[in-house]
């Protein structure tokens, strides 16, 4: 008997010895992606794509790029799946550089990032706009003597000129206003009018700065006696997984005009009918959906006009059968800025919509960030630290004939990510205690910039298990207020300390 034990004893170890070997294997595997150069550069925006070779099929993939100029701008980390994505808020005619790392698995189930590609260059065009003109102009709650004119804003915080006349007349009557809205009054009964506006980007004399005027755009006000009215009374009936028939009560109008979408969006659908009743599909299953309902009336002189939209409603699409919930959602590689998520395959699925959310005392009901994916496994990024977590995970198994079919929610997961750096005192007339738990033994970069953003230190220091604390003298910086960041491996933490002198 203790012969045999003996003998296990010796290939146990053997085996063990092997296990170095194929981590390795695994190492080298995931290849880093090779970085194209950018594509459909514009002003703000431009396309990354990549290469993917190696065994690993995971395409979870994580993009930095950074401004390139003298003060050395930090990067900025982006996660993203498949081979491309279009970047945009870029600054015109700057130079941009970007790297792509990939995510791989090792025999025992943990996530790693490979090394970062080769970086690429671009520069952003030229902005050749310098005071855009106004879009998106309507006009709504027309009345016998008002109306409400409306346009997109080209630009932010900008001021406009508006200016409106009765149609073929010669007389522009012109109002300067600030917002992107602006209600006229006094109007003539039965009368077609016609409405331009444009941006005042400086109003600076003698150097005032204006768009040109946008097209024109006409509306007839209604006789003193007709009003169109909102439909009232909203309510749904036949909803299935793809479908459902919206209701209201009649208003006399000649025909209806119907918008509706995920709740979670901000993109309308829209339908016309001429009964008061529209059946809908194409829907996703197991969703919130909103929609409204308007009345298109005609008055005496077949002149047409629209109401008001209904106030909003909800309803819930039914969940897919046949579809189940996947299985052991389990979240792990939790650091302060990044954790990976995995669960079962669903046999039906065609891929998953996995949804999580930051959630506090103060506010319980954030908003659900959602992510399609084709693989069992998303990898988070852009985390902060000390933050408490949900996570769920649903199956999308196509039906035939449906945009989606969604099946149930998988239980919620919490998680919580861990303190990366923490500061004291602050503020600090003599020095700032940089406080560092490393969960193994690395190096780190702790960089400081003044409030124009330039580097004025940087401290680079090698981290032991556990607790770590780092000095910085600041007897010789001015009163401010200053920001740091602190980077370990791929976890960046940013924030700010205060000397007061």
């Known amino acids: 008997m203790k012969t045999t034990i003996k003998i296990l004893f010796k290939i146990a170890l053997v085996l063990m010895s092997?296990?170095?070997?194929?981590?390795?294997?695994?190492?080298?595997?995931?290849?880093?992606?090779?970085?194209?150069?950018?594509?459909?550069?514009?002003?703000?925006?431009?396309?990354?794509?990549?290469?993917?070779?190696?065994?690993?099929?995971?395409?979870?993939?994580?993009i930095r790029y950074r401004l390139i100029n003298a003060a050395g701008s930090p990067w900025d980390t982006i996660p993203s799946g498949g081979v491309s994505y279009n970047l945009i808020n870029l600054f015109p005619a700057s130079p941009y550089e970007y790297q792509v790392a990939r995510y791989c698995i090792n025999p025992n189930g943990v996530a790693f990032l490979s090394a970062w590609s080769n970086s690429v260059v671009f520069t952003t065009l030229p902005s050749t706009t310098t005071c855009p003109t106004p879009?998106?102009?309507?006009?709504?709650?027309?009345t016998s003597t008002s109306a409400l004119l409306n346009w997109q804003p080209a630009l932010v915080n900008n001021s406009y000129n508006v200016r409106y006349r009765i149609a073929n007349t010669v007389s522009w009557t012109v109002i300067t206003v600030s917002n992107t809205s602006f209600p006229l009054s006094n109007l003539l009964p039965s009368t077609?009018?016609?409405?331009?506006?444009?941006?005042?980007?400086?109003?600076s004399t003698p150097n005032t700065l204006t768009s040109p005027y946008s097209a024109s755009v006409f509306f007839t006000t209604t006789s003193g006696t007709f009003t169109c009215n909102a439909p009232t009374n909203l309510f749904e009936t036949n909803i299935t997984n793809a479908s459902a028939t919206l209701n209201w009560n009649s208003t006399g109008a000649t025909s209806y005009r119907i918008r509706y979408k995920l709740s979670t969006t901000t993109t309308w659908s829209y339908k016309s009918s001429s009964t008061n009743s529209k059946a809908i599909s194409g829907l996703l299953s197991g969703s919130v959906y909103t929609w409204q309902v308007r009345s298109i009336c005609t008055s005496a002189g077949n002149i047409s006009t629209k109401s008001t939209w209904s106030v909003a409603r909800t309803f819930t699409t039914l969940v897919q059968s046949n579809c189940p919930a996947p299985q052991t959602l389990t979240v792990g590689n939790i650091t302060s800025t990044a954790a990976f998520a995995i669960w079962s395959p669903v046999s039906s699925a065609a891929n998953y919509q996995f949804s999580y959310r930051m959630i506090s005392t103060s506010n319980p009901n954030t908003a659900w960030i959602n992510i399609t994916t084709s693989?069992?496994?998303v990898a988070l990024q852009n985390l902060i630290g000390g933050s408490?977590?949900?996570?769920?995970?649903?199956?999308?198994?196509?039906?035939?004939?449906?945009?989606?079919a969604f099946g149930p929610w998988s239980?919620?997961?919490?998680?919580?990510?861990?303190?990366?750096?923490?500061?004291?005192?602050?503020?600090?007339?003599?020095?700032?205690?940089?406080?560092?738990?490393?969960?193994?033994?690395?190096?780190a970069q702790l960089q400081v910039f003044d409030f124009t953003g330039n580097p004025i230190r940087e401290l680079n220091s090698n981290l032991n298990m556990g607790e770590n604390k780092l000095n910085l003298d600041v007897t010789q910086l001015n009163n401010g207020i200053y920001t740091y960041q602190f980077t370990q491996g791929i976890q960046t933490s940013r924030g700010k300390f205060i000397v007061k002198h």
Do not use: D, K
């Not at 880093?32 to 979870?60: D, E």
């Not at 408490?388 to 945009?403: D, P, W």
């Open 192 to 203: 077609m009018y016609e409405w331009q506006v444009r941006t005042i980007c400086s109003n």
């Open 18 to 62: 092997f296990l170095p070997f194929y981590s390795a294997i695994a190492q080298t595997n995931c290849q880093a992606p090779v970085a194209n150069p950018a594509t459909n550069i514009t002003s703000n925006s431009a396309t990354l794509s990549w290469t993917i070779s190696g065994t690993s099929l995971n395409t979870n993939i994580l």
């Open 135 to 142: 879009t998106g102009l309507s006009t709504t709650n027309i």
């Open 388 to 404: 408490v977590y949900e996570c769920r995970v649903r199956s999308n198994c196509f039906a035939s004939g449906t945009n989606g």
């Open 375 to 377: 693989t069992t496994t």
């Open 411 to 443: 239980a919620s997961v919490l998680f919580t990510t861990p303190v990366l750096i923490s500061v004291h005192p602050n503020p600090s007339s003599e020095q700032v205690i940089f406080t560092v738990t490393s969960e193994e033994r690395s190096t």
